[in-house]
């Protein structure tokens, strides 16, 4: 098969690319995401995809989305930050494009990215994780991805590690995503800084801000690197959060290979040591089985769009 | 003979007992045996194994062995990497057993051997996505998707029991605190049992005076058994091991999204006094709840002997396989395909007749025999 158009759709904007059977990218483009209005949602795509179209030989569409889609790889059954409910989004696209249209979960997406083209190239088994705002999952086992017997496996954000923890947007409690992504780094941030800790002051000017409702995620993980104290202590709490909860799943899947990817990722040698100390540290029975290898995601924010594209080559299964 | 009416033996063997059993291609049990486990010395317990099958072989023509162990089983299914309760580390066990019996052996760990018979013969049969759990003295786990095992990379995926749900929790002996069979086993039953029976409640009233009044002789049964009989105390007993089920299972359909869920070993003998409230706590729990379909939680049906008669069928796929491949070519020996990772052919096949049936991944299916035809 020649060309596929990979579609990322986010909460802000829809990256849409032109992908060759090596996962290069050729064509890009984007638009703006519509995110209050399905419709306009889906027009937005069709419109990002009309355009890649038009100029070059496509034979399929693959869109990544962040919710629930079910298994026949074109509904999308829930998304948290738009306003897709049992949304026939395939479907649609198709009808409009005229070419065959497949939506995975945005996660999936990138987690086969990384899987076909990026850090776990060579593996067979693999989990990956996009630690951004939330924590995305992707399961690659024997060489498919997992996608369950609804389509909404691998939501690794949303299992539990602490009872009764944090609210989580998913309506559950303490679910891993309250403690080991962006939005709890910042969270512990602020509270740290609302504390009126004297630490926490400082990181506040070293990062050029004194409202502490004002600190991002980006900036504490700079202050890190500048070798703020405080700063540190947070994201070693969150590589400690994320490496036992890759501990708990490794003895699901048992995989050869974890990739770590995300915006949470640029804070790479900080939390990646801490998350690898844990990871060793709650692995069961550590001293009597294999461990597997531990990395960074190499594909950055395409991943999505490239897996999308990638996994558009694949047949849909027959229902 | 055909292949298809050929006898295997199925070999459980567990801290205690080695139980070995004679079944057939539909899941029969028509012999059995039983052995204390020597603990000591691998040697001694291979010893005891091949001394049982000659024993049933006496009897029956059986065609190949099917081991379930408790313990990490590699990725091809020869070795034990480790095995909680007996003496076994980096243990060849199928070779070793292989070489005193001249007949195909295959090693599987225990969970996914009861997990097996389950799809094969009860509470999973056709279903495309499948976790089996089971509860006894701790917690077993398995996934069939397709129907095949998952095995991960090195063997041992699946291993449930030891997912964190208490940070800083009971003590576990893998290592860890927190470890979800510390919670929702037959041990975690126990130790609650006996706890409340120590602190000298009135409540644990019935439950004291079934243990003739001494609390350490309290029992995962027991409990059971009064709570079959209406105490409420043992009621309730069950219904805090079942919250504890339903929650890690909620933790598993996010990560897995089973079809339906299998609760198997001693502790479901329960039945609804446990999995009515893991019921209960899965809905309550599970993430994205209202906005997708959720899996079904049944009981085992095949009782404590199903990893007996999973060993003993995936023995059978193996000793088919194997001739398929003796017949089909002289270049390619047995034991080279072996060595190649015969465990995932077997199940390939599975997996394809599998897509056969539900008409899924014909694609996938089809690859999967150009790959066998190719190799063979
Ligand atoms: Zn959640
Ligand atoms: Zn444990």
Redesign the interface.
Same mark, same amino acid.
């Not at chain 1, 949303?158 to 009872?163: A, E, K, L, S």
């Not at chain 1, 998913?170 to 409690?173: D, F, P, T, V, W």
């Not at chain 1, 003895?251 to 050869?256: A, C, E, R, Y």
């Not at chain 1, 069961?284 to 294999?290: E, I, L, M, Y």
């Given at each position: 098969m020649g060309l596929t158009i990979g579609i990322d759709v986010g909460g802000t904007k829809i990256a849409a690319g032109v992908v060759d059977a090596d996962g290069t990218i050729g064509a890009r483009t984007h638009r703006d995401t519509p995110a209050d209005s399905v419709d306009a949602t889906a027009a937005a795509i069709v419109d990002a995809a009309a355009e890649l179209i038009a100029a070059h030989e496509v034979e399929a569409v693959g869109i990544g989305a962040a919710g629930?889609v079910s298994s026949d790889r074109s509904t999308v059954?829930?998304a948290p930050n738009l306003a897709w409910?049992d949304e026939p989004l395939g479907a649609r696209v198709a009808e409009q494009l005229k070419i065959p249209v497949v939506v995975e979960n945005d996660a999936n997406a990138a987690a086969w990215g990384e899987f076909a083209f990026g850090a776990a190239r060579a593996?067979?088994?693999m989990v990956c994780i996009t630690v951004g705002t939330g924590i995305g999952?992707g399961?690659v086992?024997?060489g498919?991805l997992?996608?369950?017997? +609804?389509?909404? &496996?691998?939501?690794?954000g949303?299992?539990?590690?602490?009872?009764g923890g944090h609210r989580?947007g998913?309506?559950?409690?303490g679910?891993w995503e309250q403690y080991a992504s962006g939005r709890a780094l910042v969270r512990e941030g602020r509270a740290q800084a609302e504390s009126g800790s004297l630490a926490a002051a400082q990181m506040l000017s070293v990062c050029g801000i004194t409202d502490p409702a004002e600190l991002t995620g980006p900036m504490i993980t700079e202050a890190a690197a500048a070798g703020d104290p405080c700063a540190m202590e947070l994201l070693e709490d969150l590589g400690r959060w994320l490496g036992?909860g890759l501990?708990?799943?490794a003895?699901?899947?048992?995989?050869?290979t974890i990739v770590i990817g995300g915006g949470v990722s640029a804070a790479k040698e900080l939390l990646m040591k801490s998350a690898q100390v844990a990871f060793e540290k +709650?692995l069961? &029975?550590?001293?009597?089985?294999?461990h597997?290898s531990f990395g960074l995601a190499e594909l950055g924010n395409d991943a999505g769009l490239i897996g999308a594209a990638d996994l558009a080559r694949?047949?849909v299964?027959?229902? | 003979m055909a292949l298809t009416q050929a006898l295997t033996i199925g070999i459980d063997i567990g801290g205690t007992k080695v139980a070995a059993g004679v079944v057939d291609p539909e899941g029969n049990i028509l012999d059995r045996l039983r052995r204390d486990t020597p603990t000591k010395d691998p040697r001694e317990t291979e010893d005891a194994i091949a001394e049982i099958v000659r024993d049933l072989e006496s009897r029956h023509d059986v065609i190949a062995v099917g081991i379930g162990a408790a313990g990490f089983v590699d990725g091809t299914r020869s070795s034990v990497l480790f095995a909680p309760h007996l003496a076994w580390r980096h243990e060849p066990l199928r070779d070793a057993v292989e070489r005193r019996l001249g007949v195909p052996v295959v090693v599987e760990n225990d969970a996914n051997a009861a997990a097996w018979s389950e799809w094969r013969f009860g509470g999973g049969q056709g279903e495309s996505h499948l976790v089996c759990v089971t509860l006894g003295t701790g917690i077993g786990g398995a996934i069939l998707n397709d129907g095949a095992l998952q095995r991960g990379k090195f063997g041992i995926a699946g291993e449930f029991g030891h997912m964190q749900v208490v940070p800083g929790g009971h003590r576990c002996e893998c290592g860890n605190r927190g470890c979800w069979e510390q919670y929702a086993s037959g041990n975690a039953l126990t130790r609650e049992a006996r706890e409340l029976a120590l602190s000298g409640s009135p409540v644990a009233h019935n439950l004291l005076r079934a243990a003739g009044g001494d609390p350490r002789k309290i029992n995962g049964p027991m409990v059971t058994e009064l709570a079959k009989d209406g105490d409420p105390v043992a009621v309730e007993l069950l219904e805090d091991v079942g919250r504890w089920l339903g929650i890690g299972l909620a933790n598993l359909a996010a990560a897995l999204d089973p079809g339906t869920f299998v609760i198997g070993g001693g502790v479901s003998d329960a039945g609804e006094l446990l999995l009515a409230p893991a019921r209960e706590a899965f809905k309550r729990t599970l993430t994205g709840r209202g906005f997708r379909p959720e899996a079904r939680i049944v009981r085992a049906v095949l009782g404590p002997e199903a990893g007996m008669v999973g060993a003993a069928d995936l023995a059978r796929e193996e000793a088919t396989w194997l001739r398929r491949v003796r017949v089909k070519t002289t270049a390619v020996t047995a034991k080279t395909a072996a060595a190649r990772g015969r465990s995932t052919r077997v199940e390939r096949a599975a997996r394809k007749s599998a897509a056969r049936r539900t008409g899924l991944r014909a694609a996938s299916a089809e690859s999967a025999v150009e790959l066998d035809d190719s190799e063979a």
């Open positions: 629930f059954l829930f409910r593996a067979e088994h999952g399961v086992i024997d498919e997992l996608r369950g017997a +609804h389509g909404v &496996a691998a939501e690794l949303h299992m539990r590690v602490v009872p989580c998913c309506g559950a409690r679910c036992e501990a708990s799943i003895t699901l899947f048992d995989p050869s +709650h069961p &029975a550590r001293s009597n089985r294999p597997p694949r047949p299964p027959v229902l | -």
